[in-house]
């Protein structure tokens, strides 16, 4: 482990694949730097939130100006990163969502009577039969 300012932070490649960080915490600079710079959260709103020393706060903040361009650039990658897995993935959530309010939507067009709904029915539950839905219902509510 490498101690790099003061006592406050230090860089150990077995932890925060070894990108600088508070000392005895999992807290990177780049975390500071993103709360204070980009969010404009106050030290005193970090340290009140992430029980932190205003030592810390400012060692952070001192070492991110010292190495700002590396830095930035670390915060890019991991700014990339989390945008390329969210292109990637689908959400689960927004999938289930996205199938509740079509089935609220058909429930409504029923319930008020207006609307060609059988076209809708028919796509939503294609090939399903009564017994199918009900074993459906029935399994997720488990």
């Given amino acids: 482990m490498q101690q790099v ?22 807290i990177r600079v780049q975390d500071i730097a993103v709360w204070h710079e980009r969010l404009g959260l106050s030290v005193d709103e970090i340290g ?12 952070a903040l001192s070492y991110y100006f010292d190495h700002k361009d590396e830095i930035d650039a670390a915060i890019e990658a991991d700014r990339l990163l989390v945008a390329s897995h969210q292109r990637e993935q ?18 409504g067009q029923f319930t ?22 009900i074993a459906e219902i029935k399994h997720k509510r488990g």
């Fill in 5 to 26: 300012l003061d006592r406050h932070i230090t860089i150990d490649q077995g932890i925060c694949h070894g990108r600088p960080h508070l000392a005895g915490r999992r």
């Fill in 48 to 59: 009140a939130d992430y029980n932190l020393s205003l030592a810390e706060i400012y060692a």
């Fill in 90 to 107: 689908t959400s689960l959530l927004q999938t289930k969502l996205s199938e509740m309010h079509e089935r609220m939507r058909f429930v």
């Fill in 112 to 133: 008020a009577g207006y609307g060609d709904y059988t076209a809708e029915r028919d796509e939503l539950f294609e090939g399903m039969t009564l017994d199918d839905m």
